[in-house]
């Protein structure tokens, strides 16, 4: 059975029977400088490489193959910025000229194959091109999500020890211009790298001072710069690492490959996306996540798509028919974006009058990832668009869909609340905490059998150790992917909550673990209880409760006030913590650990189970006025 044709059930037979031939015979599509040797080499267990021995460049195959194959005046990228008032498209050959001078301004600033690069922007075409100058001459990039503090910037760029960093004077968000030259700065100078190398783009929204000697301004060096051609590189090399939220406050570097992670997107714009050569393609997403780096650049790119950057929101950029003008502009085929922007786009057109606007004939597909699509999300969706909606579910670490449907191989009868089926490749369990499969039906810990398929991650950046214990320690031979979640007896898939101290705010993946770390460092905290809270628009937010040490006078509000603060100058704006409240304890087993899941459930206002463990129950009345006192429960709706 070939990997392109026939059904769901024959694909993904195909794909478990003899992986070595299955993925070998997609990788035909790409274009290598040498032919692999071995497709899957499992010489260093739990270690897998896919395709050793293969060369060829990621570049190449995102961009120079398709000007040799003849679509060099086919749009490549397209950039839609309501916020900056602008829309500028590439055609393949003139995003390979650009990419190619870019590339050649990082070799004249000593950049080399193996170096690695950070790349610090917001959504301009300018960051895109920045990924493809890397992977040309084997750069090693990592694109850190501009809505981090600086904080959590230096903390990528002591693991990541960048050679250079390529970032921009600023980022545009509605209303306001978000300064990014200062954060670099001070991010710098916390990872103790205030030396390195800088190529900022000056945007004409607000410029910044570049300090000389140490920033070279981007479009003067680019004007200077000699093309670089694409290097030649191992299959097994890094393309790129992305950090990820871990359980404790150090991120993770999720590194990549190029070899399988090319083979595998390439086909997973076929099978999944359904998506063909020329086709527009746009993932509505962000260059700093994991979705914008598979599928605003390497999938669409890998395939020949035509692929849109937008700087924008679902809302109010100007207003909640924004998808629906982008998707008719560009003549877009498949949307892909996080439930939560349906939801946003909801509130404020329940009826989905701004879809009436706009042509919207060529839309065939949306799809939905990021979080959990509860029916509501899905059906909305359905309704307003007409279109198949497509929830599938993976992680940062994966780099492309575990469980989908499949607009390129079948669609399959949709059950509500499922993600649809285990993708080809991916051998999907539930097991119980000894590791025993869990009956269909019943909930249990969401694992991968080892081998995982092309494009996962195949280790953490320079720490073997952390990735085997992270993820292959807990159930040996299998992947933890820190979910949970059933199979019913059709083998539909559903992932309903992490079992980790992970949260979803908004599609982001952030740790309760680490905002906990940043409320105890405040000097007048004796602990303090982080958990995701349900909410109707971001899915859900971070709330806390803080217990204060003995003897502080200082008024609750002004402590409260200043965690506000604190979590948004360590981690970000973009976690969100806005809510916040002092309480006398906090409830505890009898151990001493405290009761996360209680808080959550009062707060959520479900039902309260109240653990056997639990050390003193008269505590749960305080709780549930401290809760009260910040509006929860809030019912969704
Ligand atoms: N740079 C600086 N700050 C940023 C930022 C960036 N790149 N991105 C977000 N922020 C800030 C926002 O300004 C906001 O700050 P505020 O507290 O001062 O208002 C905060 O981080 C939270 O941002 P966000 O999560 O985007 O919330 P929002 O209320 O501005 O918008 C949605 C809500 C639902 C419209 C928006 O999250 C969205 O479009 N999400 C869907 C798509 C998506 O991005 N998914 C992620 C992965 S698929
Ligand atoms: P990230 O690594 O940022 O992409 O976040 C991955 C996490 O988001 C997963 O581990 C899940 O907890 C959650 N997630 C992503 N997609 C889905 C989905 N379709 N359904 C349920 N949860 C999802």
Known sequence: MSADTGSY?????????????????????????????????????????????????????????????????????????????????????????????????????????????????????????????????????????????????????????????????????????????????EALKIANAANTPCLILQREQQRCELIPGRDHDWSAAVAQAQPADCVTLKATDPLYVIYTSGTTGVPKGVVRDNGGHAVALKWSMDAIFGMKPGDAFWAASDVGWVVGHSYIVYGPLLQGCTTILYEGKPVGTPDAAAFWRVIADHHVKAL?????????????????????????????????????????????????????????????????????????????PVKPGSATKAVPGFELEYVDEEGHPQPDGEIGNLVIKLPMPPGTLYTLWHNNERFEKSYLARYPGYYLSGDAGMRDRDGYCSVMTRIDDIINVAGH????????????????????????????????????????????????????????????????????FKSVKVVKRLPKTRSGKVLRVTIRTLADGVEVKVPATIEDATVLPEITAALTALGYPRHAG
């Open 9 to 185: 059930a024959a694909v993904y037979a195909a794909a478990q029977s003899d992986p070595a031939g299955f993925w070998g015979e997609l990788a035909e599509q790409i274009r290598w400088t040498r032919r692999w040797d071995t497709v899957l080499d499992d010489s260093a267990k739990p270690f897998y490489r896919w395709f050793t021995g293969g060369e060829l460049n990621t570049c190449y195959n995102c961009v120079d193959r398709h000007v040799d194959e003849g679509r060099g005046d086919q749009p490549a990228l397209v950039y839609d910025s309501p916020l900056a008032g602008a829309q500028r498209t590439w055609t393949y050959r003139e995003l390979r000229d650009v990419v190619a001078r870019v590339a050649g301004v990082l070799r004249g600033m000593g950049v080399a194959k193996g170096d690695t690069v950070v790349i610090y922007m917001p959504m301009v075409a300018e960051a895109a091109i920045a990924m493809l100058a890397c992977a040309r001459i084997g750069a090693v990039h990592s694109v850190v999500f501009g809505g981090f503090a600086a904080p959590e910037l230096a903390k990528r760029v002591l693991d990541a020890k960048p050679k250079l960093v390529m970032s921009a004077s600023c980022g545009l968000l509605p209303g306001k211009t978000v300064p990014y030259k200062p954060l670099l700065d």
């Open 509 to 576: 993946r952030l740790s309760t673990g680490q905002m906990e770390q940043v409320l105890a460092a405040h000097p007048d905290v004796a602990e303090g209880a982080v958990v995701g809270v349900a909410d109707a628009l971001k899915g859900q937010v971070p709330l806390g409760l803080v217990v204060l040490k003995l003897g502080v006078t200082k008024p609750e509000a002004d402590i409260c006030k200043e965690l506000v603060a604190r979590v948004r100058n360590e981690i970000g704006p973009v976690a969100d």
């Open 336 to 412: 892909f974006t996080a439930p939560t922007a349906f939801r946003a786009i909801k509130k404020e057109d329940p009826k989905g009058e701004g879809v009436k606007r706009y042509d919207l004939s060529g839309f065939k597909y949306l799809f939905l990832a990021g979080e959990r699509s509860v029916p509501d999300d899905i059906e909305y969706a359905k309704r307003i668009l007409g279109v198949p909606v497509i929830d599938n579910w993976w992680q940062t670490e994966l780099g492309w869909p575990a469980i989908s449907n499949f607009a390129g191989i079948e669609l399959l």
